[in-house]
DNA sequence: CAGTTATATTTCTTAATAAGAATATATCGG
DNA sequence: CCGATATATTCTTATTAAGAAATATAACTG
């Protein structure tokens, strides 16, 4: 599954901005969403299979973690767009997009 | 449709990335694009229920135009995650490993 | 080993989506 | 109005994805 698409379901969203915050076992990821066991164990794999997540093994429990680098693609595709509401900004606030 | 569906589609992506040329009608962009006009006409039917293109009429042609501020949205969605791989701004905000 | 906890996988059902073919709508030139 | 062009809308079918429930696997505990 491509970013893109893993990216397109909003639970898969939320898992990963409640990684964001660091790591996390799947068990913890479970309690903090509005899903079956199951579910978020399947949307875990699809993030996964996206290489947006990573995971690994503590005792019995999975840690998992974000993994930015992918998003870093999002951004890469997002980055010629992105001229069309800085200009206009620009010409409002002032020159924010200096970045790359 | 949200924006995030709609660009987990390939083809729609490459309709959004030719249309960053600048306006162009439907017609032009099914001729770049390897699908049949009937498939073009309903991923741009997509684009446009997203908010990311408009279209106005031009006698019997459909002119399509990017519309760049629903990429903002997503933009925005991405941007806390920015810090991950910009390590270099990390002195800016510090780090957010302390918390996990 | 048996029981328990943590997580993953499978199965089922249902809903959304895509492509292709055929057809419909709208606008233009005569 | 007619024929042609440009684009959109069905319709059908196949694939995919989602939630729920049940079950499986793997590791820890005693």
Redesign the pocket.
Known sequence: ?SPF?AL??P??RRLLDLLRAGER????L?AAMD????????????LREAGLVS?R?D?????YRLEARRLADLDAWLKPYRHFWADHLDALEGHLERDQ
Chains 1, 2 share one sequence.
């Not at 076992?25 to 913890?28: Q, S």
């Not at 899903?35 to 699809?46: D, T």
């Open positions: 599954m698409e397109a379901e639970n898969r076992p799947a068990g913890e479970v899903l079956s066991q199951p579910g978020v164990s399947k949307h875990l794999k699809a995971v093994a005792g019995q429990q999975r840690i």
